[in-house]
């Protein structure tokens, strides 16, 4: 990857958005792009050098180990998202939380800690910029555990399902909606912190009910207004 490309990538991120040409070369400097492949170990939370990374191409899962070795997954990361220490904070978790590759392919970009804060105290705009985009991701995340806490498993999976479909799916006739399916159901279970059987026959019961149709490669809800 040239310089001019990665350039472009920054330019066209909209937490940079606010910055200048000069501005972006500076970050072009501190940065590092780097390839990854599906299921390949992308961060811990525990690496000694902190850094924050923004997803170019493709996917991530970041999933978090308690105590007990039980995993969870998190969050899906998509491209343009930032991951990673987003709180700014190096405080150590007590737990292990990783980033795994979902796609093929994927393409970072990070930065580290300490020169990403430096670069956020000389740009104003940049602070403001990522502190909007971190509150937003921080909402969601609330949002998802508020879900985990206060609703059953059915409604819980079909939560996921919905906020998977208005995000990343195709709209059809009649509110349907069309998903391509990249997550197995073991996947699928951690995210709504259950297990595969149960998230297994939720879904049969779905499809038998014709509210989807489920397959490995992609997700059909026939209608979102009824998929409850």
Known sequence: MNEEIKYWILRDHKLFNTL??????????IKKFRKGHKGEIIYFANDEVKKIYILTKGMIKITH??????????????????????????T????????????????????????????????????LSYTKLVGLKLKRLENKYSNLVFKDVKTRLI???KDWALREGV???????KINNYLTQDEMSK???????TVTELLNQLQEAGKIAYNRKEILITNINNLK
């Open 20 to 29: 200048n040409r000069s501005q972006i070369k500076e970050l072009c400097i």
């Open 65 to 90: 180990t308690d105590a007990n070795g039980n995993e969870i997954i998190k969050d899906i990361i998509h491209k343009g998202d930032i991951f990673g220490e987003i709180a700014l904070d190096s």
């Open 92 to 127: 150590e978790d007590q737990e292990t939380e990783y980033a795994q590759a979902l796609s093929s392919e994927i393409i970072i970009c990070s930065f580290r800690l300490e020169e990403f804060e430096n670069l956020m105290q000389k740009n104003p705009s940049l602070a």
């Open 159 to 161: 939560t996921f399902l």
């Open 171 to 177: 709209a059809l006739e009649n509110g349907g909606y």
């Open 191 to 197: 995210i709504v912190c259950a297990t595969r059987q």
